[in-house]
């Protein structure tokens, strides 16, 4: 099934240029184009690609548009420039497992990475397919073919042979080449966005004579902000626009045109942007709403759009946005239409709203922090935040990194770039839409607990190092600390101040957020009393009475020096006497001064705010109007060092998978699975499966499958039976030895003990036969005939936990942790992250929970192997990377004992999957 939808899907991928390219399947329709491409190739470079084999070049393009042996693959990469294909590689079946592979690139395309890109999708193909390993022949004089094989990543093993060398390798991504993969995508998404945030020219199609619409002030903040190209400004009914010459549109232009910016009715946009792509622009800002925000016809507009822009390999900006802007001198470009115009910074600034963006840059101002750039995204139709993170990863003009976002597309990639680029930059993210509402229905303990998808965000965010606040104000006060302070070293805070009140919430709030206001040694206390009223007090906070600026100054410094704390928190409120400016500039001198690299954070309790010598002087220092702010930010600050200084953990390989059976076992039961009827089981006769509902798609499996599927991943089960009859049941529990717990095997039931379908610590085969009558009465009378018995080794002692899984449709398997046990949904005490786990993911998920005390032999009760449930949780996530079918579960309970985990009983539930 994953080979057929395979062939039918489309790449849209990005050169190391920024350009666009698209790989797919090749087409019968194809075969002229592919004719034309073969006949435009240099002769050397069909010798190279043939060795010389080939003359009949149309007899070749027909076997690539339709290939005679259907195993094999036969790619295409094409540009819309003149519908052209550009490049071609297939792999050809030459053994059960294997296949040799070949490709070729247009002469003039060739050194642009389109040959890795198509040994990348072959490969990806070719797993899908169950081949393992590639060949390929290549010339021996062929060196640019051999570097391809070599820089790719994938480990080649080269044999040389008479005029030619063999080269083999895995199809499967190593370590090395997902590296460079990932590297390759990053060089490709950060020269998009340079393109676009350095062009050498501007149009502004839609530039309005009228100050106040959108065209009008768009147009002036290019002017005014003093672009260093020249822009252009196009409107097919004025002559002149806001005293310069305008086009009738952008064919007109006598120049090259790099960016355009749209400000034109949604309904023109398409025919526009076409326009634009036969000037041969190279990005284009589509300001205008009216596209997949509206639904309907804008969604179908928007495809439009986004596909006139990848046929034409040029990169698009919204729709629906507010534009963007570089504050760096050598561009000096502002294509807003915003009212204030940012000053320059250090914070690369990405806003999904646009309206949210004007506000965004006026309270940027007032604080004091500055830009370096600011993109608004809109729909983000094509460029993401995933590109212009990869961008400012390298950016030396951008040290943080502040995304308001409403919406993560393609979670999975993100938190493999944020982890990547957090290492270096901190990314300050405030995302909106906290509330459940979107919550899906789960019948699991699992499902209720992961099932907001909220929960998933927060477990993304933290995997990544990403800082999350939870309001704007917040998310400004760390920016403001993070752009202008160095890292704190760790948890341990002054404070400073010339009130009692101001200094003992201060050190409340900090409390609070999980820092630590250490006592001050007698050598600290006697330095600052040198210079205090006697009257002040030396502990922590050190209240200095009077405030002078020299006394802050002073103490500043002496608080410094001391290596027994790691940030400084300054508070003041100003007297009648003492003026606020001379106590911040008296703060800014100390901070210029200190003996070593600590942040200091202020607050100024007053009606002005932050003064502006904290602001605009050769060091900026945040201020804060009230304690807790200072101490929040504090707090977002140390959980990001800590997480930066933090081993990026590794994920496990497990020798002992059996993967191959757990396959075939659930391929087996999703051919119970009939669409058209939920509950009839059968095959997959019935409706599409992309039509039908999810119910309908998915099965739970029975309690002998779920047993056995754990087994392939050498998860630990009780001993257990699956038998037909009650005498049946007796027997299995005398064969178990010891208690038992019996369980009905029934449709429809998923929590047994609600449904009295389970039955614990069953002695003898006579007490298990009674039983197992009695459930069976009693369920069938209420429509629930039992189909079998589950018995089921009882373990005594241990710590009942949970270990679950929800798959979700965007960010793919999210794993829970939790305190196990009937209230689970009403304690709530559950970690969660998304797959794959690394070691550091499972000890941290186990050691956040407020129940690990449990584990961790609380009150003298013997200490739980915490080390087999972390085990347990790295074979889950193991276990549904691979299988992308199981689409929930829960092991609950799974009680950890002194040695090892096992699970006691689990649920898990499959979903047939949707054509791609």
Request: hydrophobic content about 45%; proline content about 7%.
């Amino acid at each position: 099934m994953s080979t057929a939808t395979s062939r039918d899907r489309a790449r849209d991928t990005i050169l190391r240029d920024g350009s666009a390219i698209r790989i797919r399947q090749a087409r019968p329709d194809d075969e002229p184009r592919l004719v034309t491409f073969l006949r435009g190739l240099a002769p050397e470079s069909r010798r190279m690609r043939f060795a010389g084999l080939v003359s009949d070049l149309e007899g070749q393009a027909h076997r690539w548009a339709a290939p005679v042996d259907p195993t094999g693959c036969s790619l295409v990469a094409e540009t819309g420039i003149a519908d052209r294909i550009i490049a071609h590689a297939s792999y050809d079946r030459i053994g059960p497992d294997s296949a040799e592979v070949a490709f070729i690139v247009a002469d003039e395309l060739q050194g642009r990475g389109i040959a890795t890109l198509l040994l990348e999708e072959l490969a990806e193909r070719a797993q899908e397919a169950g081949i393992s390993t590639f060949s390929a022949d290549v010339l021996a004089e062929n060196g640019r073919m051999l570097r391809v094989f070599h820089e790719s990543g994938f480990p080649t093993r080269l044999r040389a042979e008479p005029g030619a060398v063999l080269v083999e390798f895995p199809t499967a991504l190593t370590g090395p080449a997902r590296e460079r993969f990932e590297r390759r995508e990053q060089i490709a998404a950060a020269a998009a966005v340079h393109g676009l945030l350095y062009p050498t020219s501007v149009a502004v199609i839609g530039a309005s004579r009228r100050r106040g619409t959108i065209g009008g002030e768009l147009f002036h903040n290019l002017l005014s902000g003093a672009f260093t190209g020249p822009v252009y400004p196009v409107n097919p009914n004025a002559d002149v626009v806001q005293s310069v010459a305008a086009y009738r549109a952008i064919g007109d232009i006598p120049g090259p045109v790099d960016l355009a910016v749209l400000v034109v009715p949604a309904t023109s946009a398409v025919d526009v942007a076409r326009a634009c792509a036969a000037k041969g622009v190279k990005t284009i800002v589509v300001v205008s709403p009216g596209f997949a925000e509206i639904g309907g016809e804008g969604i179908t507009r928007q495809r439009e759009l986004l596909a006139v822009c990848r046929q034409a390999g040029m990169r698009l900006v919204g729709p629906n946005c507010m534009g963007v802007i570089n504050l760096a001198p050598s561009v000096s470009m502002n294509a807003t239409f915003s009212p204030t115009a940012p000053i320059g910074g250090r914070v690369g600034f990405l806003s999904q709203s646009g309206a949210l963006g004007l506000a965004i840059i006026e309270h940027a101002n007032r604080l004091g922090l500055g830009l370096s750039s600011f993109i608004s995204i809109g729909n983000k139709a094509d460029l993401s935040g995933n590109d212009f993170l990869q961008y400012w990863e390298d950016d030396p003009a951008s040290a943080v990194l502040a995304l308001y976002l409403e919406s993560v597309g393609n979670p999975r990639k993100f938190a493999r770039i944020a982890r990547r680029v957090g290492r270096t930059k901190p990314i300050i993210a405030v995302k909106s839409g906290r509330s459940a509402a979107g919550a899906r229905a789960t019948s699991s303990h699992t499902g209720a607990l992961i099932g907001a998808s909220d929960v998933t965000v927060e477990a993304l965010f933290h995997q990544a190092g990403v800082v999350r606040t939870d309001t704007l104000g917040e998310f400004f006060d760390v920016a403001s600390l993070l752009a202008n302070q160095p890292l704190p070293a760790g948890r341990r805070v002054a404070i400073l101040t010339n009130g009692g009140g101001p200094g003992i919430l201060a050190a409340d709030a900090c409390d609070a957020d999980g820092l630590i206001v250490p006592a001050l040694p007698a050598e600290v206390r006697d330095a600052l009393a040198e210079f205090l009223p006697v009257e002040a007090a030396l502990g922590n906070p050190v209240d200095t009475i009077e405030g002078t600026p020299d006394a802050f100054r002073r103490a500043i410094g002496v608080l410094a020096a001391w290596e027994g704390i790691d940030a400084i928190i300054v508070l003041f409120v100003p007297p009648l006497v003492t003026k606020t400016e001379d106590v911040a500039a008296a703060i800014r001198d100390a901070v210029l001064e200190l003996p070593r690299p600590v942040p200091v954070l202020t607050v100024f309790m007053s009606a002005e705010g932050g003064p502006h010598a904290l602001r605009d002087g050769p060091v900026k220092v945040p201020a804060y109007s009230y304690p807790e702010e200072a101490a929040r930010a504090l707090a977002h600050a140390v959980r990001y060092a800590e997480w930066r200084a933090a081993p990026l953990g590794s994920v496990p390989h497990f020798d002992d998978l059996r993967e191959d059976q757990a396959a075939a076992a659930l391929a087996a039961a999703l051919a119970q699975i009939d669409p058209g009827d939920p509950g009839a089981g059968g095959t997959l006769a019935g409706p599409s499966i992309a039509g039908a509902p999810e119910e309908a798609r998915s099965r739970w499996l029975r309690p002998d499958e779920v047993a056995r599927l754990l087994e392939c991943y050498g998860i630990p089960t009780a001993r257990w039976r699956l038998v037909e009859t009650a005498e049946d049941a007796g027997r299995a529990a005398d064969e178990i030895g010891g208690p038992v717990a019996l369980k009905a095997v029934a449709t429809g039931i998923v929590h047994k003990a609600e449904a009295r379908a389970v039955m614990l610590s069953l002695e003898g085969a006579a007490a298990v036969q009674e039983a197992a009558r009695g459930m069976a009465a009693t369920l069938a009378a209420a429509g629930h005939p039992v189909e079998r018995f589950f018995v089921q080794q009882m373990v005594a002692g241990g710590v009942e936990m949970l270990v679950g899984v929800v798959h979700d449709r965007l960010f793919g398997p999210v794993i829970a942790c939790g305190a196990g046990g009937a209230e689970v949904e009403l304690l709530r005490d559950v970690a969660v992250r998304i797959t794959p786990l690394t070691d550091r993911d499972a000890s941290e998920m186990i050691r956040s929970l407020a129940t690990f005390p449990l584990l961790d032999g609380y009150r003298s009760a013997p200490r739980a192997d915490v080390g087999a449930l972390e085990e347990t949780l790295l074979r889950v996530s193991a276990m549904v990377e691979a299988h992308p079918e199981v689409v929930e579960m829960d092991c609950s309970p799974l009680m950890v004992l002194e040695q090892g985990a096992v699970v006691i009983d689990a649920k898990i539930r499959i979903e047939l999957p949707l054509p791609r």
